[in-house]
Nanobody, 122 residues
Framework: QVQLVESGGGLVQAGGSLRLSCAAS????????MGWFRQAPGKEREFVAA????????SYIDSVKGRSTISRDNARSTVYLQMNSLIPEDTAVYYC???????????????WGRGTQVTVSS
């Protein structure tokens, strides 16, 4: 059974930083593209960032480019999202996701975590 467990969310002031983690189990982690989505209150879930299985290729939504870095540790089956210069518009539940490619990940992930709340106060 595949499990994706997010952690690292919380309340932070605007301009602050958070590092989200997603620990995966039940899958051959090194063969999956991994990514992050978010859903703000009253809005649809949106893609945030993705990293290829090797960690070499990354992709970001424009609104987080330059402020966020996605990375992965295949030995620990964990993917990270480092978020800096946070703004109130980043407030959302952040979900970890997995698929066999970045292309599929951005459109229809195979697996989802349950999410972690990020709240940025102004």
């Amino acid at each position: 059974q595949v499990q994706l467990v997010e952690s690292g969310g919380g309340l932070v002031q605007a301009g602050g930083s958070l590092r989200l983690s997603c620990a995966a189990s039940g899958l051959i982690f090194s063969t999956y593209a991994m990514g992050w989505f978010r859903q703000a209150p009253g809005k649809e879930r949106e893609f945030v960032a993705a990293v290829s299985s090797s960690g070499i290729i990354t992709s970001y939504i424009d609104s987080v480019k330059g402020r966020s870095t996605i990375s992965r540790d295949n030995a620990r089956s964990t993917v990270y999202l480092q978020m800096n210069s946070l703004i109130p518009e980043d407030t959302a539940v952040y979900y970890c996701a997995a698929a066999d490619s970045i292309r599929r990940l951005t459109t229809s992930p195979w697996y989802w975590g349950r999410g972690t709340q990020v709240t940025v106060s102004s």
